[in-house]
Nanobody
Framework: QVQLVESGGGSVQAGGSLTLSCTAF????????TGWFRQAPGREREAVAN??????NYYTDSLKGRFTIYNDGMYTINLQMNSLKPEDSAMYYC????????????????WGRGTQVTVSS
């Protein structure tokens, strides 16, 4: 089982930016899928973005253009968040599975404990 550790959360003013980082310890597989998800109080968990092991990205349509998922080193997945809005406030989770995404995935197998993002108006 892969261990996932998120970092980079915090408080930011609306319109600002944050970069979240996920380090996947033990993710030594050639084919894998990594994703960022978020959940706000009183709301269902939602997928944000996936990054396939072939480098292809998949985004939630409503966030595409503001958020970018990318590799930062072999075992690190970053989520760059720009033009943040108060409704982006949530606990953000990194997740992983031992196979390629192959397309947009709304659930994965291994999960980190999350990093909190708070956007103030």
């Amino acid at each position: 089982q892969v261990q996932l550790v998120e970092s980079g959360g915090g408080s930011v003013q609306a319109g600002g930016s944050l970069t979240l980082s996920c380090t996947a310890f033990g993710a030594t597989y050639s084919y894998h899928c990594t994703g960022w998800f978020r959940q706000a109080p009183g709301r269902e968990r939602e997928a944000v973005a996936n990054l396939d092991s072939d480098g292809r990205n998949y985004y939630t349509d409503s966030l595409k253009g503001r958020f970018t998922i990318y590799n930062d080193g072999m075992y690190t997945i970053n989520l760059q968040m720009n033009s943040l809005k108060p409704e982006d406030s949530a606990m953000y989770y990194c997740a992983f599975r031992r196979f390629r995404c192959g397309g947009y995935q709304t659930d994965l197998d291994d999960w980190g404990r999350g990093t909190q993002v708070t956007v103030s108006s």
